[in-house]
T-cell receptor, first 115, second 111 residues
Framework: NAGVMQNPRHLVRRRGQEARLRCSPM?????VYWYRQLPEEGLKFMVY????????ESGMPKERFSAEFPKEGPSILRIQQVVRGDSAAYFC?????????????FGPGTRLTVT | LAKTTQPISMDSYEGQEVNITCSHN???????ITWYQQFPSQGPRFIIQ???TKVTNEVASLFIPADRKSSTLSLPRVSLSDTAVYYC????????????FGSGTRLLVRP
């Protein structure tokens, strides 16, 4: 059973470009969470999605950031017009059901560098 | 969610037992205590979760005193590969999907 997959693992974008980060949850998991980790800091929650629904996006900046988890295909975290402050590691996690949401399975992360 | 406090870093040597203590003075009745491990350049990995007394799995043990205001993660006979950051999280298991990671404890295992 493959774990959570994220791609790309590393992404370099110039200021003003768009970044698209993809996450495929573990098989059988319908709950997806995105976190951001700045250097030397803990992970910060961004958004929680189920298939075709955004459940909680309270941790996501209101501008330039969006997330989706379509019926088919991976979850996408999209950052428009990136700035240097967006440089971070972005982790996706999944869980099989809501009442075990404290046990999340994390992917390897996408390291975004904005130049 | 209960605020947690844990040491910033710890050093150990291979083969030793390591105990990392986490303080959570305002833990609520319905809160569980969960520990995650994060290796460099990887996502966190769930290690263990408990509510009271002692929980043990193949990786670690978790000791929780009766007042539940602290907990101790115990790693038996550490190896170099246990070098990682260890996070203590406290919250309701059924609804706290918004995992809150503090700065964690950086464990360095030396040969």
């Amino acid at each position: 059973n493959a774990g959570v997959m994220q791609n790309p693992r590393h992404l370099v974008r110039r200021r003003g470009q768009e970044a698209r980060l993809r996450c495929s949850p573990m098989k059988g998991h319908s709950h997806v969470y995105w976190y951001r980790q700045l250097p030397e800091e803990g992970l910060k929650f961004m958004v929680y999605l189920q298939k075709e629904n955004i459940i909680d996006e309270s941790g996501m900046p209101k501008e330039r950031f969006s997330a989706e988890f379509p019926k088919e295909g991976p979850s996408i975290l999209r950052i428009q017009q990136v700035v240097r402050g967006d440089s971070a590691a972005y982790f996706c996690a999944s869980s099989p059901k809501r009442d075990r949401a404290y046990e999340q399975y994390f992917g390897p992360g996408t390291r975004l560098t904005v130049t | 969610l209960a605020k947690t406090t844990q040491p910033i870093s710890m050093d150990s040597y291979e083969g030793q037992e390591v105990n990392i203590t986490c303080s959570h003075n305002n833990i609520a009745t319905n809160d569980y205590i969960t520990w995650y491990q994060q290796f460099p350049s990887q996502g966190p990995r769930f290690i263990i979760q408990g509510y009271k007394t002692k929980v043990t799995n193949e990786v670690a043990s978790l000791f929780i005193p009766a007042d539940r205001k602290s907990s101790t993660l115990s790693l038996p006979r550490v190896s170099l590969s246990d070098t990682a950051v260890y996070y203590c999280l406290v919250g309701r298991m059924d609804s706290s999907y918004k995992l809150i990671f503090g700065s964690g404890t950086r464990l360095l295992v030396r040969p």
